[in-house]
């Protein structure tokens, strides 16, 4: 699926959507280079949940949870981790609960340790906006995919060749 994000606005709002549309759990891994709007998803997605405060990117603290009255959301930003072993050591295996919802920037750092991605959403930059390509991992990833195809608040931001059939 690929989408097609002009400005920050329309980010947070897709951020939002998929948040409605993970139901609370999943493990969503962010990808991206630096400036991509990683952390700007997830000021979307924990909306959605009801968060309206400031979002930042837990560079270096690793996680930043949050509980919400809809359930926990965990925000990893692994950028900083030097060996994916460090998950280990700051509780990684109850972070990363079935019961939870994990957002995790620069997901291929913690590549070997980390399970598999539910969706793993590839942000990049197209003009003055982004593009977002949304791949599922799991049958509950696919199970998103197409609530987000259906939700008409996307509608006019899926690409014709996206936005149906596989995962794409």
């Not at 980010?11 to 991206?32: N, P, T, W």
Request: hydrophobic residues 35%; glycine residues 14%; proline residues 3%.
């Amino acid at each position: 699926m690929l989408l097609r994000l002009d400005d920050e606005d329309r980010q947070v709002a897709f951020g939002e959507c998929l948040g409605r549309a993970l139901e609370g759990r999943g493990r969503v891994h962010l990808s991206g280079e630096l400036g991509a709007g990683k952390t700007t998803l997830t000021r979307g997605v924990l909306r959605a949940y009801g968060h309206q405060g400031a979002v930042k990117s837990p560079t270096y603290t690793l996680v930043e949870p949050y509980e919400l009255e809809a359930g926990r959301v965990n925000h990893f930003d692994l950028y900083r981790l030097g060996d994916p072993e460090e998950l280990e050591f700051i509780g990684g295996r109850d972070l990363l609960a079935d019961d939870t919802l994990c957002l995790i920037e620069w997901a291929e750092r913690g590549e070997g340790w980390l399970p598999e991605a539910d969706l793993v959403v590839a942000l990049s930059h197209a003009g003055r906006g982004r593009e977002a390509r949304l791949q599922a991992g799991t049958a509950w990833g696919e199970e998103v995919l197409a609530r987000l195809r259906q939700d008409p608040q996307l509608a006019d931001c899926m690409s014709g060749d996206g936005s149906s059939g596989g995962s794409a």
